[in-house]
């Protein structure tokens, strides 16, 4: 059998539309069908600059002098304010919404370890503060 032009470009073709047609996300929120893929955004570990521990499991960082994220905690964060420092493991430079990374913190002469489970980029500390609120009393109390 020999292969043509034709053949060729329609295979060529195939060949470049195929794997793009599995990676296609989701539909956008508006459009009324499926759910829309979660965003995943992340921060550099190494850059914290501040922390909030906040109502229920969540805790507002500052990364360098403009990145603001909330972040939502395996637990609730009562013991973080109590905390003077806190630390990504050292195997994560860069932390996301989905890697369950190990935040350390220290406090009066103890150490503590939450799994970060979800990292949502903020406008601001009043903004995190707002919807770390609005989350805790929506969740049915025991």
Excluded at 67 to 78: A, G, M, N, Q, V
Excluded at 97 to 117: F, M, N
Excluded at 121 to 132: G, M
């Amino acid at each position: 059998m020999r292969a043509t032009w034709c053949t060729i470009g329609l295979l060529s073709a195939l060949a470049l539309v195929l794997p793009g047609l599995g990676c296609r996300s989701a539909a956008p929120s508006g459009a009324g069908h499926g759910t829309p893929a979660a965003e995943v955004t992340c921060f550099n570990a190494r850059n914290i600059t501040s922390f909030v521990p906040l109502a229920g499991p969540y805790l507002y960082i500052q990364v360098g002098n403009h990145e603001h994220y909330l972040l939502t905690l395996d637990r609730p964060s009562k013991r973080l304010e109590l905390a003077y420092h806190i630390e990504i493991s050292r195997n994560f430079d860069r932390v996301c919404s989905d890697s369950r990374a190990p935040l350390t913190y220290h406090y009066q002469g103890h150490v503590g370890v939450y799994d970060i489970i979800g990292v949502e980029s903020v406008k601001d500390r009043a903004a995190a503060e707002a919807l770390a609120n609005k989350r805790t009393q929506q969740q049915p109390q025991p």
